[in-house]
């Protein structure tokens, strides 16, 4: 799996690619995250895009993320998930507790 961030207007946008699994994987991202939260910019937008597959690792990373930038006092928007992605997350229902729009303008524009 590979992460990569890139400004857009106030947004960190991280970039996801591979399987989001329980072990490295979700550790690189949460060190991601962790690692932005200890900057300026507390707005994120984490493109699901590029995600295969998430595990239950993975769906505890996207909750714990979304959970962290609240507490940071920032927002965290995910977008482009997949509809395998798509369906796992609202199986576990994470799809109602998460700011999850269909694509990065939308992510970007919402107020």
């Given at each position: ?35 932005l939260l200890s ?5 994120f937008a984490i493109?699901l895009g590029g ?61």
């Amino acid at each position: 799996m590979a992460v990569s961030v890139r400004d857009v207007k106030n947004f960190k946008v991280v970039k996801v690619q591979g399987s989001l699994i329980t072990g490295e994987p979700v550790n690189a991202l949460r060190t991601c995250i962790h690692e932005l939260l200890s900057g300026e910019t507390k707005e994120f937008a984490i493109d699901l895009g590029g995600v295969d597959y998430l595990d239950s690792g993975g769906v505890g990373a996207i909750a714990a993320i979304s959970f962290s930038a609240r507490e940071a006092g920032g927002t965290c928007r995910f977008f482009g998930a997949s509809p395998g992605v798509m369906d796992i997350l609202k199986k576990v229902n994470l799809h109602r507790a998460i700011q999850l729009f269909p694509d990065e303008s939308a992510a970007l524009s919402k107020s």
